[in-house]
């Protein structure tokens, strides 16, 4: 089966998997984001994340591999009356760009060793000077909990690992813990975590 059949299986349901609500880590981080950001959202499902970010006056643009998925998302930001570009595309071949967000963010961006390398190495790139970096990820202790997030441990982030991928960028938060992460059904419960936040000088 393919990433997009996968995916767009997942999301084959009325209801929201992951939940309308945006991510509890990034919304305790927007104070860091400065007004009329340009931001990019990887990975970004059903759109609770960057229908979010909109509905605070930046220009998002989001991508997921789900053609599924992006249509609940649009669906989500014409209840929220905001606009988001979506697009349609694999990280297998997606190009950041250059010097080009104020902000990228990866919330449970869940990726194959070999696409999550080629991602984390353009995102110094493509930050703008003073860009942020915002992720939160389930490290390798999820597998405990099954509350959510792959099974494949070479799926999951560990702090030390993510120091690693965001070399060159300053890292002004880099937190391990085990927190209850609701979000729709997709991910209920207690849950081990990494969360970081990284800034382009």
């Not at 945006?22 to 499902?45: T, Y």
């Not at 970010?53 to 998002?60: E, F, K």
Request: charged letters at 25%; proline letters at 3%.
């Amino acid at each position: 089966m393919s990433g997009s059949t996968f995916w767009d299986e997942r999301y084959a349901q009325e209801d929201y998997v992951y939940g309308e609500k945006p991510n509890d880590f990034l919304v305790s981080q927007v104070a860091r984001i400065k007004p009329n950001s340009h931001i990019l959202c990887l990975a970004e499902g059903e759109g609770r994340n960057a229908v979010y970010l909109a509905q605070l006056g930046h220009n998002v643009t989001a991508v997921d591999i789900s053609v599924v998925a992006l249509d609940k998302g649009s669906k989500l930001a014409d209840k929220a009356g905001v606009k988001v570009n979506w697009q349609h595309a694999d990280l297998a071949d997606y190009m950041l760009g250059e010097d080009k967000w104020d902000l990228i963010a990866a919330i449970f961006m869940h990726l194959p060793e070999i696409i999550r390398d080629r991602v984390f190495a353009q995102i110094k790139t493509a930050l703008r000077p003073g860009g942020l970096f915002i992720g939160e990820f389930y490290r390798p202790e999820q597998l405990r909990f099954k509350t959510g997030g792959p099974q494949d441990i070479k799926m999951l982030y560990s702090p030390c690992m993510l120091d690693e991928q965001l070399a060159g960028l300053a890292i002004s938060h880099l937190e391990a813990c085990e927190r209850h992460v609701i979000e729709g059904t997709g991910h209920t419960g207690l849950a081990a975590v990494s969360q970081v936040v990284a800034v382009k000088s």
